[in-house]
Nanobody, 127 residues
Framework: EVQLVESGGGLVQAGGSLRLSCAAS???????????IGWFRQAAGKEREMVSC????????YYANSVKGRFSTSSDNAKNTVHLQMNGLKPEDTAAYYC?????????????????WGKGTLVTVSP
């Protein structure tokens, strides 16, 4: 069974930092072709949005404009884990954060059509 499990969420004051982790089982990020692993978030009453996307093959990544310069994603293929380092957190970053993955097949794209999703971890940023 393929599973993604997020961890690292919590309550933090504005300006603070959190590091989220996404641990995979049933798939291996370093497999031939690699995976696109995305972080998404959904705030109460809002649609889910993509936050970051990384290739497990070469580490290339891209980010939503709202988090550029503050968030950074990394892939540790040896541990089959992807991280999201979040700095300079703002109250508007408050949301449930999900990781998701799909094979890249040469195209780095994280969207709603990801193959597998985690159950999420909650991030709350107080003013």
């Amino acid at each position: 069974e393929v599973q993604l499990v997020e961890s690292g969420g919590g309550l933090v004051q504005a300006g603070g930092s959190l590091r989220l982790s996404c641990a995979a089982s049933g798939i291996t990020f370093g497999d031939f072709g690699g995976y696109a692993i995305g972080w998404f978030r959904q705030a109460a009453g809002k649609e889910r949005e993509m936050v970051s996307c990384i290739s497990s093959t070469d580490g290339s990544s891209y980010y939503a404009n709202s988090v550029k310069g503050r968030f950074s994603t990394s892939s540790d293929n040896a541990k089959n884990t992807v991280h999201l380092q979040m700095n300079g957190l703002k109250p508007e970053d408050t949301a449930a954060y999900y990781c998701a993955a799909k094979p890249t097949w040469g195209l780095l794209l994280c969207d709603s059509a990801m193959d597998v999703w985690g159950k999420g971890t909650l991030v709350t940023v107080s003013p």
